[in-house]
């Protein structure tokens, strides 16, 4: 990464801040004391909707820089029977008692009028979903969390990709929201490790741990300012496109392995089946590769779990999901069902 622009300042918002308190409008100044030096607060707006989402927001507030303003979209249809349901951001929110504004599109003037008369200092943005636009990007200090190791993964699902590549080492980028994707300069970069069982609900938990640290720590700075960022390296990008509903379907002609990172990476938010002789689907909530000899396309029972052929080696699966039923282990789904035919 190269340098970027010099580094954030909000002093001169602050200064207007304090001489409106000192004549008696708005909120007096706040300081909040953690752990050892007083951190000066920065007044924030929150973007953000998924549960990652969620978990950093809950850290921010527990900070300094506690949000005046939360920015969500609209309650949706979830689940099997289509109840309309608010985001995990939302819930948190509500949780929190922070001020909460539901926006179709953030870029129109409802939600640009409730995020002005919060009169924040600077903006955070953590899957969020929306596009964001002018006049957001350039009114406001906006810094974006990303799960990844910049440049690379940017993109809709970079913790998904990570797994599915089966990559040893990640981490969360702070960086600041510009018009390109994920592409702005960062400021706040650290890394951790996969585990190797780990899937996309273990690794997103550390990810957004970590997350809310980083941002609560960008914040700190930028409240100093003294955070700086340096400009990606474009040639180096990769890209985590959007899970595919194809991308549920595992193969056997592929390689067990692949199978097995691809179980990980997409439980259990989204989900992997197996397509059936009949026509119906099998769920597979988690599976490992095994270096056994099973014709590919094969199920088996063995070990108390069933063995799936593939094109390079087989796929133990541990826990399976029934149409319409519940996920099981592997020996309870024998007790009442017979092999699957792929």
Not at 16 to 36: L, M, Y
Not at 108 to 128: H, K, Q, S, T
Not at 308 to 322: D, H, K, M, S, T
């Amino acid at each position: 990464m190269r340098p970027a622009t010099r580094p954030a300042s909000i002093a001169s918002q602050r200064a207007q801040r304090e001489h409106t308190n000192r004549h008696g409008f708005g909120h007096p100044p706040v300081t909040v004391s953690i752990d050892a030096p007083t951190v000066q607060p920065v007044r924030t707006v929150y973007f953000g909707t998924s549960e990652f989402a969620a978990a950093v927001l809950r850290r921010l507030a527990e900070s300094a820089h506690r949000p005046l303003l939360v920015v969500t979209p609209p309650d949706r249809p979830k689940g099997r029977g289509r109840r309309t349901q608010p985001s995990p951001a939302a819930e948190v929110a509500a949780e929190l008692e922070i001020d909460l504004v539901q926006a179709g599109n953030v870029n129109e003037p409802p939600a640009l009028e409730r995020i002005r008369a919060a009169r924040p200092e600077a903006l955070a943005v953590c899957a969020f979903g929306q596009l964001i636009r002018e006049p957001l990007l350039s009114e406001w200090p906006m810094l974006n969390v990303h799960p990844s190791l910049l440049p690379r993964w940017r993109g809709a699902a970079p913790i998904e990709r990570t797994i599915m590549a089966g990559e040893e080492r990640t981490g969360v980028c702070v960086m600041r929201l510009t018009a390109g994707l994920d592409s702005g300069p960062v400021a706040l970069c650290e890394e951790i490790a996969v585990g190797p069982e780990e899937d996309f609900e273990a690794l997103a938990s550390k990810l957004a741990a970590l997350g809310g640290e980083l941002l609560v720590r960008a914040f700190d700075l930028l409240a100093e300012s003294r955070l700086q960022f340096e400009e990606q390296d474009d040639d180096a990008a990769t890209y985590a496109e959007k899970i595919s509903a194809d991308e549920r379907r595992l193969d056997p002609s592929r390689p067990a392995a692949e199978l097995a990172r691809t179980v990980r990476a997409l439980t259990p938010h989204v989900g992997t089946y197996l397509e059936t002789s009949d026509g119906g689907r099998l769920g597979v909530r988690r599976a490992r590769a095994v270096d056994v000899g099973v014709k590919t396309g094969e199920v088996r029972a063995e070990w108390g779990a069933l063995l799936l052929g593939c094109g390079q080696g087989a796929l133990r699966l541990e826990v399976v999901q029934p149409p319409g039923g519940k996920p099981m282990a592997a020996d309870a789904y024998q007790r009442g069902h017979p092999l699957p035919k792929l």
